[in-house]
């Protein structure tokens, strides 16, 4: 259940990124509100995931989830670039957290 709280996690901070570039936006306070949730349910799976996965993989994968999903989401719905070189690193993280959940 621990990976799936930990997969839990890493979309939440997804939201949580898209809900920051939000109010960034538009000053909207209810994004402010949205994104202090958002990134408080993440944290708090996180620290679920923890209570069975070592803090450091917890963590990077986490973390991977987070950038690799940013980045998805910036490329899709904010007309960001996608560069061979973003996606090349993009893939590098993915790898990396394949490669922790494989050895973890």
């Known amino acids: 259940m621990s990976w799936v709280y930990l997969f839990v996690a890493g979309c939440l901070e997804i939201v949580g990124v898209i809900t920051m570039k939000k109010y960034s936006l ?16 993440s944290f708090s799976f996180l620290s679920l995931a923890m209570q069975e996965i070592a803090m450091a993989t917890a963590y990077a994968i986490w973390t991977g989830i987070g950038a ?17 070189k973003k996606l090349f690193f993009v893939a590098l993280i993915i790898v990396a957290v ?3 959940k494989l050895v973890g």
Not at 27 to 41: E, V
Not at 68 to 84: M, N, Q, R, Y
């Open 26 to 41: 538009s000053g909207a306070k209810i994004f402010l509100l949205g994104m202090l949730i958002q990134f408080m349910l």
């Open 68 to 84: 690799a999903g940013g980045v998805a989401v910036s490329i899709l719905f904010f007309g960001e670039s996608k560069s061979l």
């Open 98 to 100: 394949v490669g922790l």
